[in-house]
């Protein structure tokens, strides 16, 4: 069993900044793991926001969030970071990370997932 656990999220003005944290924990998990962030607007489907590979070294982003979304992980602390600037109203969403053997975009494939933490960007 893996659990994964988030914070950090909250509300920030259009432009802000905010970094989220998922500490991962459990007696199967390993660095081999891969991690995604996914996010869900109210009224919309969950999609795919970043996802990181297990040693760190392969990273891919949606479109949206590129070049203002860094994704990254401290192996040593079973934790992966979404570190989210510039960020933009239609950011707003409950965001949720996940862990799955494969690196994928697809929020279907992967097994293990946390609760959930809100981010909320005002204009």
């Known amino acids: 069993q893996v659990q994964l656990v988030e914070s950090g999220g909250g509300l920030v003005q259009a432009g802000g900044s905010l970094r989220l944290s998922c500490a991962a924990s459990g007696r199967t998990f390993n660095r081999y793991y891969a991690m995604g962030w996914f996010r869900q607007a109210p009224g919309k489907e969950r999609e795919f926001v970043a996802v990181?590979?297990?040693?760190?070294?392969?990273?891919d982003y949606a479109d949206s969030v590129k070049g203002r979304f860094t994704i990254s992980r401290d192996n040593a602390k079973n934790t992966v970071y979404l570190q989210m600037n510039s960020l933009k109203p239609e950011d707003t969403a409950v965001y949720y990370c996940?862990?799955?053997?494969?690196?994928?975009?697809?929020?279907?494939?992967?097994?293990?997932w946390g609760q959930g933490t809100q981010v909320t960007v005002s204009s």
């Open positions: 996940a862990a799955d053997l494969a690196i994928t975009r697809d929020h279907a494939r992967y097994y293990y």
């Open positions: 990181i590979n297990g040693n760190g070294g392969r990273t």
